[in-house]
């Protein structure tokens, strides 16, 4: 999952993997549902993007 990533993604790795817009990846970084740093900007960790993917399909399943 996110092979193509470097293990450290900027915020417009992260939208592009996620299909996701800027803003909303801002709000999910604020909001800590994405674990990250700040280092010339946001970093996240690869690791923290695919516990986030996970338990949104967890959170989803469990809906279902």
């Known amino acids: 999952m996110f092979a ?3 293990d450290l993604m900027t915020v ?3 939208m592009e993997a ?3 817009g800027r803003s909303k990846i801002y709000e999910l ?3 800590k549902k994405i674990k ?3 280092m010339k900007g946001y970093r996240i960790p690869k ?3 695919k ?3 996970l338990s949104q399909a967890k959170m989803n399943a469990e809906r279902d």
Request: hydrophobic residues 50%; negative net charge.
């Open 4 to 6: 193509q990533y470097d």
């Open 12 to 14: 417009e790795d992260v």
């Open 18 to 20: 996620l299909n996701l």
């Open 29 to 31: 970084l604020r909001s």
């Open 36 to 38: 990250s740093f700040k």
């Open 47 to 49: 690791a923290a993007l």
């Open 51 to 53: 516990d986030f993917v």
